[in-house]
């Protein structure tokens, strides 16, 4: 089968488990619902027809393992999650369960052993929406999850404990919070994903090796001045909320854009009280900050954490900042690097190397092995989204670079 | 009777009808509502004791008339309006009727007839809260009512004409939209209000004239750029609707701050599908201008627009910009003005003149007579809420000024 078969079948099952939707007109395919439930059980028959033991585990994440020429051997793990956001595209994720499992479909039509084993895992929840907590799947997977999650409750009421049961999993904590493998048996865990992002749409390339997934820190922010009447308050005496927090998105964007890899977005702004005749009292901000050098995101975070305090002084508002979230970058292995470098390389490709800015499940997966990543090239950058697009070409190359970089480990 | 003890008979007047409300803990008093009805019944006992005749219109203003000295003698209107905001303070409008009333009981108590005949006006709308369509009561009383507010509904699907006939008035369109005056039998209309505004407290004075209400245009505008992934899209290659949004509030800052007497407020910005990891790629903004100086104002917009325009190309986003109310400022009238003026030296206090940045009843009064208007200090220019004061001492001098003002023209 070339390349270009296995792509056109991954983009053909990129549609059907599109299908599988809570929603009529949208994808929206939340953790261990019955549209998860139908997804996996699809996924799962083309698992088997692969040649792969199948296994579901407590959490609900599906599991398809090739066994290696021989047994004790290492395993390699890849994969990525089927579930989605609301009013998803169908790639996200998706796509990089796809191309691991057709890649072991390749090796297993031609009768191929590694030896290593492969186990091509599908992650029952990576987005976080049904749960508001992200990375339920892989933190099962490595032995990290959170029993108290289990306590949390949909936006129906049910509990995370009450839904895994009732999707066939096993909501017990003990089992939850213990991983299925010492990091010793693993050579690493490997996902393809989609970019996210328009770095290889400019620079006119199908995929790129990732570096690290960024840092991020996330900051809401609230300038509190004066609401006064629009038409009343002569400007030198106003204390105007907004004019505070626009003059604070500017400096965001500015030192962003002077330091190389730093991502700085303000996404939210809130007035209160909004009202086009009332001069703004109160206006809250979220920041979201990402660089792949956590030193450089801190150094940006309190450059940005002074230059509000320099606006609240000035106009002697209220500035409040509270940091919400903060995590670490988590570098790739540079051998792995290599090795994906080389295989792009093969397949006369230019080797382009990217920071993800997004998270994916490698983050979570990094604490119990060595983690890379190959992105593929999205139409305009978009993601979650409907309009999320992939070249089937793009899908070809991204094949062909999986199945060298297999081969090349092979070898090693 | 002292001017103290007729201040503390207005501020007492006016905690009295701060009881007539809609709303058990706020005061809330819309157009043609039982609480609107038992505020003016209680008004027009208070006119009938202070020997005006009293005569309620067809739309609900209440008027009391001092008769002149002889028949066939000019007429001077005095007053404001009774209607309020939701969950309001108890000076804005009522201060003003409340002051006019209490100097022709002062000239009652004296036995004193001037060569003119006054008249005491309550408006019975002029916040516009029931309808969404301000100065009902003076557009009906100088005949500029529009007959076609009549179908207006409000919140409860009761058209303004079915309000009126209830309320006891007449819903007649040809009656509502004749002037019941010739504005040659009139010697022109002033009005007592409170600043709403802070100057008068900074600069230490209770009361200032009012030299014009200046002239608003109102705006709707939009940047739409590209919504992204907060930590996929490098800076550079991000259309962030929200950094322009904010590069234009900086501008109408600093524009305003460049041009005295000129305000200029954004009061309003929403970012479509507002997340704190998604670039914004849609916000939209409202833009409010005012100044006395129309061709100041009009060039002032025209420089918003441009820079607008500039903002737009530079990011490379789509402005789209719409001119929703545009109001041509109005000038009070210099005789009375300075009579005014004069008045204000005669109780001993510095002249200050203002213009008003909010719009009042005088504005719609000017279509049919000359305009004067009286501005007391409020504590924090804060109105619009139930935190509005007055220093009783300041209504004081008001009442001083206002007489001072009628014996003037008495006298010319």
Not at 38 to 50: E, K, P, V, Y
Not at 89 to 100: K, P
Not at 256 to 273: C, E, F, H, K, N
């Amino acid at each position: 089968m070339s390349f270009h078969d296995s792509a056109h079948l991954v983009m053909e099952r990129c549609d059907i488990l599109a299908r599988y939707s809570e929603e009529a007109n949208c994808l929206t395919r939340r953790f261990a619902t019955q549209a998860m439930h139908s997804a996996n059980d699809m996924f799962a028959t083309w698992l088997s027809a692969a040649g792969m033991n199948v296994h579901y585990d407590a959490i609900g994440n599906v599991i398809g393992r090739y066994e290696a020429l021989q047994p004790g051997a290492k395993t390699l793990l890849l994969g990525s999650h089927l579930d989605t956001v609301q009013n998803a595209g169908r790639y996200d994720g998706i796509l990089g369960v796809m191309v691991a499992l057709v890649c072991v479909e390749r090796l297993h039509a031609r009768g191929e052993r590694l030896p290593f084993a492969i186990e091509v895992m599908a992650f029952a929840d990576e987005e976080g929406l049904r749960y508001h907590s992200a990375y339920i799947g892989s933190s099962a997977m490595t032995g990290t999850f959170d029993p108290a999650l289990l306590h949390l409750t949909d936006i129906n009421g049910v509990t995370m404990a009450d839904a895994i049961q009732a999707y066939g999993g096993n909501p017990d904590p003990k089992q939850l919070s213990t991983s299925r493998w010492q990091s010793t048996d693993l050579l690493g865990y490997c996902e393809v994903h989609i970019e996210q992002g328009p770095v290889l749409e400019a620079r006119n390339l199908p995929v790129a090796v990732v570096s690290g997934i960024a840092g991020q820190a996330r900051i809401k922010l609230s300038f509190t001045g004066e609401l006064g009447h629009a038409g009343t308050v002569p400007m030198l005496l106003r204390k105007d909320a907004l004019c505070a927090a626009a003059e604070f998105v500017i400096a965001v964007e500015a030192l962003a854009r002077s330091q190389p890899g730093l991502v700085a977005t303000v996404g939210q702004i809130d007035v209160q009280r909004a009202a086009s005749n009332v001069i703004p009292g109160h206006v809250a901000l979220s920041l979201d900050i990402r660089h792949q050098n956590d030193a450089i995101r801190e150094q940006a975070q309190q450059i940005l954490y002074e230059q509000a305090r320099r606006i609240q002084d000035q106009r002697q508002l209220v500035l409040d900042w509270q940091l919400t979230q903060e995590n670490h970058t988590v570098s790739c292995n540079p051998r792995l690097i290599h090795t994906f470098e080389q295989a792009i390389e093969a397949t006369g490709n230019p080797v382009l190397t990217l920071s993800s800015g997004a998270g994916h499940d490698a983050v979570v997966m990094s604490k119990l092995t060595d983690v890379a990543m190959l992105f593929v090239r999205c139409a305009g950058g978009i993601s979650h989204n409907p309009a999320e697009a992939v070249l089937e070409e793009d899908v070809s190359v991204a094949i062909a670079v999986l199945e060298h970089f297999i081969t090349d480990l092979a070898r090693k």
